[in-house]
């Protein structure tokens, strides 16, 4: 495997540093809001929601601002920046209504960033590495994913439940992640005068080409077929896990995504993408069918871990063929309208999950799951193959 450049290590540190300390606060917001500030779920949920679509509109003005600036670094150190100064405010919080503006500052940075960090990406790494340089981020991002709610509960052991002092020490791993990033992440030089000006208009859309748009639609595909997490936690607290150990199901999940995701990435790069993003979907659609059909908490352990393979095989490689399709000039927009669009889509799939196993239970929410999914793989395999679209004048 040939080696990668440093700035795209570097930005998987950044990554796993910040995603520790999000998920060292996140993993322990639910029951303090609830529990030590008195909020009622629905306040919760106020709070999650506002903050994710917070994120994704963010991501695409962010892009296109990137895109106008042609420059990725500075938007991203002002996106993970951002996300560092909002955790004193967590540990600082007295009332509901701190924890919800601190929640929608840390999207928006999230949001910020995401755009053009991806973009950045691409930029650093050869066209022939990409696969393996999306893979190696999405891995360090998930090590962290599992890092810090690990981290958050033997500190709430070691320091006998003090939720704050550990929302203190979230702090520290995001002002790694910032550090790391101002001082081992160099830009490529811009290689020519920006002269494209991305607007919310047809021409502009237009010109991220058809290749792209095919790339939107199998994510969407994708995102229909698979809703939030929060699900398989459900499923497995219906086969007899306790709730104490619930957040193991995330853990499960999240170690294969993380191990699994950067040797995927750079086997990618040698056989080709479209091969592994068909296996995700039938991945996908044997996860949903465990999940719906496989008795106990082991028949659940398969689907949760299949569903972290799934992750593994699509996630990294969709990031590649957006920045494989997308005109360079147009990364960082293309980019924001993918995010969008997913995060439009997976929002419906979540309400429409909420529905089917309101009404009909877990059974019915992942067979439909793996029908969607089942779809998703008949259109991939109809589609061409996306053609990166002319550079813009």
Known sequence: MAKLPRGIVALGFVSLFMDVSSEMIH???PLFVVGTLGASAAMLGLIEGLGEATASAVKLFSGMLSDRMGRRKPLAVAGY???????????????PGVVLGA?????????IRGAPRDALVADLAPEAQRGAAYGLRQS????????GPLAAIALMAAFAGNVRLVFWLAIIPALAAVAILMIYVREPEARAEVTVRPRLDRASLAALGRGFW???????ALTLARFSEAFLILRASEAGLVMALAPLVLVLMNVVYAFAAWPLGALSDHIGRRGLLTLGFVVLVLADLALAFAPGLWGVAVGVALWGLHMALTQGLLAAEVASAAPSRLRATAFGVFNLVTGVVLLAANGLAGVLWAEFGAVATFTTGAACA??????LMLMGRPQKAPEPK
Do not use: E, H, Q
């Open 27 to 29: 993993g322990l917001l």
């Open 81 to 95: 920046a951002l996300s560092a100064l909002t955790k004193p405010f967590f540990a600082m919080a007295g009332v």
């Open 103 to 111: 929640r929608v500052a840390d999207r928006v940075g999230k949001g």
């Open 140 to 147: 360090m991002d998930t090590v962290g994913a599992f890092i």
């Open 214 to 220: 095919l790339v939107v639609g199998i994510g969407a």
């Open 374 to 379: 089942a779809l998703g793989l008949v259109g």
